[in-house]
């Protein structure tokens, strides 16, 4: 267990700190603020597992004690403050932490009427955006881990649509197997909704989607499909537009992220496709939502699928596998295996073009006269996530796709594009 000691708002760094330190296996962190800074203190560091979080920001101070949990791997968080402290901590806790940390408040009374700011005990201000102010800055200044932000883009969708696949490089994440541009935040891993924030930020100024709000399927490895305008459902794999001014996107690790775009009527949409997704085929459900919300003709349609997981690296067990046999024979290549491979990409192939989509409007890994955008996410740790490569604490990229305004729309069309 982690002890956290607050000793900026009120509470008494002796009295406090005293039996904590004398136990020598609890890892002790003081966070410091000007009225302990400006008197040290021997008690500070003479404990065997003492830390003293003195940086130039709580923000700062707290992501420091995140790091070091994390390398610990420990959970559980014990914090003695202040009333006031609580209020405040209880903010960063939401931006810096997820729900696999579990905090404990202990609070003792506050010791005089001023707080080290200089506003009395009865300020009543909420320091809920001031705290979330703090929080993005500190954050817009870590640095990009494994290289720059890197984008696939289709040469196959037109330019009248801004889009792409987005990879694992540029972002600030730092926990393994979520390093760096994890873009999916989870109650049940250790990226927090500000890092998340932070990755979406950075992908969308390199994308050029800032500041356009971005929406992302609400998985549930289903077939349902929303319409943006009409009621939010509580949980959709795909979603469809005609608007513009706003950004689909549709997560991927392993899963493929798919995008559909419609040049002729202006219509878009994003899906996201498993395994059970694709036997309840989600993607023509996309198709046809297109078609009869919009008046999209499936003949138009262009469809790009993202990094998603191969054949070379997929099994399923054998039940469930050869229920990919139904869609066509290829899909699974050693069928007589008691856990065979399956090939969902082909599967979505097929069953697109049994809708009706024109197979070369379809651009997935079988396309050879195309940049790829199609690679495998398992065979390339160093660009993709993948769940079956890394387990249950998996990061998440996206594909996203947006209608472009007129003014965005400059210049001749572009020629072949792999990555940016």
Request: charged content about 20%; aromatic content about 6%.
């Amino acid at each position: 267990m982690a002890v956290l000691v607050d000793l900026r708002l009120g509470c008494s760094p002796e009295r406090t700190c005293a039996d904590l330190l004398e136990d020598a296996d609890l890892q002790v962190f003081l966070l410091c603020g000007d009225r302990v800074r400006d008197q040290p203190h021997t008690w500070l560091t003479s404990g065997r597992h003492t830390h003293v979080l003195d940086c130039s920001s709580t923000s700062e101070s707290l992501y420091q004690l995140k790091q070091t949990v994390d390398r610990l791997d420990l959970s559980v968080i014990r914090v003695v403050t202040s009333p006031r402290g609580r209020e405040e901590l209880s903010h960063y806790q939401r931006l810096l932490f997820t729900n696999v940390y579990t905090f404990d408040y202990a609070v003792t009374p506050q010791e005089g009427l001023e707080c080290p700011s200089g506003t009395g005990s009865a300020h009543t201000d909420s320091p809920g955006q001031k705290i979330e102010a703090e929080v993005s800055a500190f954050v817009q200044q870590l640095p990009g881990l494994k290289g720059d932000v890197r984008v696939l883009k289709s040469t196959l969708i037109p330019d009248c649509f801004g889009h792409g696949f987005s990879t694992r490089t540029g972002g600030v994440s730092y926990i393994p197997t979520l390093s760096s541009m994890n873009l999916f935040c989870s109650s049940r891993r250790r990226d927090p909704v500000a890092v998340v924030t932070e990755n979406r930020r950075r992908l969308a100024v390199h994308a050029g989607f800032h500041p356009l709000p971005l929406r992302m399927v609400k998985v549930n490895h289903a077939s349902d499909v929303w319409v943006l305008g009409k009621a939010e459902p509580e949980s959709y794999d795909a979603l469809v537009t005609d608007q513009r001014g706003v950004v689909l996107a549709a997560p991927g690790a392993d899963c493929m992220p798919i995008l559909f775009s419609d040049p002729v009527k202006k219509v878009i949409g994003a899906a996201h496709a498993g395994w059970k997704g694709t036997l309840m085929g989600v993607a023509m459900a996309t198709v046809n939502a297109m078609v009869t919300e919009f008046g999209s003709r499936v003949s138009d349609i262009v469809v790009a699928v993202g990094p998603s997981v191969g054949v070379c690296c997929f099994t399923l067990d054998r039940e469930q596998a050869l229920d990919f046999r139904h869609i066509h024979t290829d899909c699974v290549p050693d069928p007589e295996s008691a856990k065979p491979h399956v090939d969902i990409r082909l599967a979505n192939r097929v069953l697109l073009q049994k809708g009706g989509v024109r197979p070369e409007r379809i651009h997935d890994n079988s396309v050879t006269d195309r940049p790829s955008v199609t690679p495998c996410t398992s065979c390339h740790p160093e660009y993709f996530f993948s769940h079956v490569r890394d387990g249950l604490n998996f990061g998440t990229q996206v594909g996203f796709l947006w209608i472009k305004e007129a003014e965005e729309q400059t210049g001749p069309p572009e020629g072949p594009r792999g990555s940016t």
